[in-house]
């Protein structure tokens, strides 16, 4: 317990007695807020948009979450409700299949493959089929806005730190050292 309260109260620290908790904080924090901004959870006034809601009521899922706000707000699943092509059957199948990699992944043994559970398992799904292409594009999208607004908030906490308070970095559970990069390398 010890370790785990000391790698949140500093996630990241350094040799140097310059970087203070209080400026690290002030950091999350503004990522924190620029990520619910810019992934349109709040205005920037502070104030709770749409699916603000859903996304704090099941949050002990996260990043699932944002990632399921992610498709409604893409409209995926109004598109793929409103498809008069597909049958009933199939629309809620693919709306279970989504839901269900989202929020009820769980890791198998690698001794259990597709083999397995058709000879064990012959009434339900123990592995499931790949999410819809569609589905899989919207994720990507996701994680690749996600991760442009990171190195956003890497780069601006890099930026505020003097070349000699950078050096040195320990990891606070691991006490790994490694010696900062510069800002070009960062992606």
Sequence with gaps: INAEYGASAKPLSSDS???????????YFRFTFEFL???????????????????????????????FSHLLKSRY????VSDQELPPEQKSYTILLVLSHLFCRLPLPSCID???????????????????EKVQELISLYNKNT????????????SSLDGAQSNNWILPISKLKFATISKEKIV
């Excluded at 007695?17 to 950091?27: G, K, M, N, S, Y």
């Excluded at 699943?77 to 793929?80: R, S």
Aim: hydrophobic share 40%; charged share 15%; with cysteine.
């Design 17 to 27: 007695a310059a970087v203070r908790t209080d400026e690290q904080l002030f950091h």
């Design 37 to 67: 901004a810019r992934m349109g959870y709040i205005s920037l006034k502070g104030e709770c948009l749409p699916l603000t809601g859903l996304a704090t009521y099941v949050q002990h899922t996260e990043p699932s979450n944002f990632v």
């Design 77 to 80: 699943f109004l598109e793929l």
């Design 114 to 132: 597709s083999q397995w559970t058709k000879k064990y398992c012959t009434k339900s799904t123990v592995i499931l089929e790949p999410l819809p």
């Design 147 to 158: 991760l442009a607004l990171y190195v956003t908030f890497i780069r601006s906490f890099l």
